[in-house]
Structures are given as C-alpha cells and as structure tokens.
C-alpha cells in the first residue's frame, strides 16, 4: 500500500505563490491517480484537483486557473502548486491516492490512501 508525505505548507501572504509536494514510497505510484483536498475550519474535506495515471487533470472551480497538479512518476511525487493565493485558501491540504480507475470524481471515498496532511495560511 503506497504511504503518503506532504511538504511544503506554510503561512504566506495574500497573492503569493506556494508548491506542495507529496511523496509517495511502498506501492507502485505510477498505478495511482493523484488527488489534492482540502480541509477548512469546521467543513467537510473537500476535493481540489486531482491527476489521472496517464496526466489527465481535474480541479475545482475555485482554483481553476490559479493551481495545477503535476506528478513526477520517476520521483513519485505530486505537486500542486499554488499561485495568487486567497485568504480563503487557508485550509490543512490532504494528499490522496486512488488505485481505482478514476474519471474525476470529486468524492473523498474515490481515493484510498492519505497522508497526514499540511497546513496553508494566507494572510491578507
């Protein structure tokens, strides 16, 4: 079973630009779809991009335009990186992986595997 490491959380300011990255080890990565969610303060986990086994990406409307997901499948890693970043951004990011055929579901229950998440602050 992959496990799953975030980096790269941190506190930065409104407009500002930030990369998460996800480690993935055990497992074969290149197997999994990649997705990114987020946890805001008393809410639901909630989907906001993911990537597909063959680079097919997914992402919530909120953040279309200023994040995108990237995966490096000789590092096993997934990046999103985030660019003009709102206060509302604020939220601890989740790292998840699906060993299913995934087609975009935004559903928490379509990825298996998690890390443990990372904290973004955006000041404004």
């Known amino acids: 079973q992959v496990q799953l490491v975030e980096s790269g959380g941190g506190l930065v300011q409104a407009g500002d630009s930030l990369r998460l990255s996800c480690a993935a080890s055990?497992?074969?990565?290149?197997?999994?779809?990649m997705g990114w969610f987020r946890q805001f303060p008393g809410k639901e986990r909630e989907f906001a991009a993911a990537?597909?086994?063959?680079?097919?990406?997914y992402y919530t409307d909120s953040v279309k335009g200023r994040f995108t997901i990237s995966r490096d499948n000789a590092k096993n890693t997934v990046y999103l990186q985030m660019n003009s970043l709102r206060p509302e951004d604020t939220a601890v990011y989740y790292c998840?992986?699906?060993?299913?055929?995934?087609?975009?579901?935004?559903?928490?229950?379509?990825?298996?595997?998690w890390g443990q998440g990372t904290q973004v602050t955006v000041s404004s």
């Open positions: 055990e497992g074969t990565f290149s197997n999994y779809a």
């Open positions: 998840a992986a699906s060993s299913g055929y995934y087609t975009g579901s935004p559903q928490p229950d379509a990825f298996q595997r």
């Open positions: 990537i597909s086994r063959i680079g097919n990406t």
